[in-house]
């Protein structure tokens, strides 16, 4: 059973887009590190490192790499896990539901990766949940729906290499 998601557009950034490749590719470029570090990054950053431990309370770590050659670490909990539908994340615990504080400039969020089968695609929905608006607001003017957006194209493209 999954958990009913409400969306608050106060506190609350949603990209929603139906892409061209079946949920379960959408589902392996979200879940095997070597396909995330091919799209998870809007170019020019890259990640370089990315550790998964797919269950509730697993370790989600990437390492972006800005075009300067600066690495930032985030590491993250995963919270909830459907294969091939729905995977829910946060950076405001560390693994095993530990209480922790984001390690670079997004304020603290959890995302919420919803695929729903659409024909021969997937209706994509990325929510990135707020404590507050003020965290939403600087989340979104730091390029929420472009980066993300980018990001998903990125996803796209290697899911149709795999």
């Not at 409400?6 to 392996?28: F, M």
Request: aromatic share 8%; charged share 25%; with cysteine.
């Amino acid at each position: 059973m999954t958990a009913t998601v409400q969306h608050d557009p106060r506190l609350d950034l949603v990209l929603e887009r139906v892409v061209d490749i079946p949920p379960e590719l959408v589902w392996a470029a979200w879940t095997m590190p070597e396909h995330i570090k091919k799209w998870f990054t809007p170019a020019p950053w890259k990640t370089v490192d990315c550790e998964i431990d797919l269950r509730p309370g697993g370790i989600f770590r990437t390492v972006m790499r800005s075009p300067e050659g600066e690495d930032i670490n985030n590491v993250g909990c995963f919270l909830e896990i459907v294969p091939n539908r729905k995977l829910v994340w946060t950076v405001a615990l560390a693994p095993g539901y530990r209480p922790s504080n984001p390690t670079f400039d997004v304020p603290a969020f959890t995302a919420i990766i919803m695929m729903e089968p659409q024909g021969k695609g997937t209706k994509y929905t990325a929510l990135a949940m707020h404590k507050d608006e003020e965290s939403r607001n600087t989340h979104d003017r730091m390029g929420f729906s472009e980066g993300w957006g980018k990001a998903l194209d990125q996803l796209v493209a290697q899911a149709k290499a795999m």
